[in-house]
């Protein structure tokens, strides 16, 4: 069994920054990339960013300029750093975990909002 485990999030206001984090633990050895979702109620869930085991990144195209992922391998966590917030930016966010024998394993979600 795979477990996430989200940090970060929060309130920030339009302009600020916040950073997240997602450790996982457990069977992770079929594990393959890392990512953060994000969903707004009434609508899907949709990439925001991830990275591969071996540093590849793919972003969303409203994140390529603002979000940065990256990587600590020795310690099975990754990093979210998000500058320049939007109010567009508010959401839930998912740290997943594509896994090579197809199953995607989930966290709980952590809240990110952005407001004045």
């Known amino acids: 069994q795979v477990r996430l485990v989200e940090s970060g999030g929060g309130l920030a206001q339009p302009g600020g920054s916040l950073r997240l984090s997602c450790t996982a633990s457990g069977s992770i050895q079929g594990i393959y990339a890392m990512g953060w979702s994000r969903q707004v109620p009434g609508k899907q869930r949709e990439l925001v960013a991830m990275?591969?085991?071996?540093?590849?990144?793919t972003y969303a195209d409203s994140a390529k300029t603002r979000f940065i992922i990256s990587r600590d391998n020795d310690k099975n966590t990754i990093t979210l750093q998000m500058y320049s917030l939007e109010v567009e930016d508010t959401a839930v966010y998912y740290c997943?975990?594509?896994?090579?024998?197809?199953?995607?394993?989930w966290g709980q979600g952590t809240q990110v909002t952005v407001s004045t």
């Open positions: 997943n975990a594509p896994d090579r024998d197809g199953t995607v394993h």
């Open positions: 990275i591969t085991n071996t540093g590849s990144r």
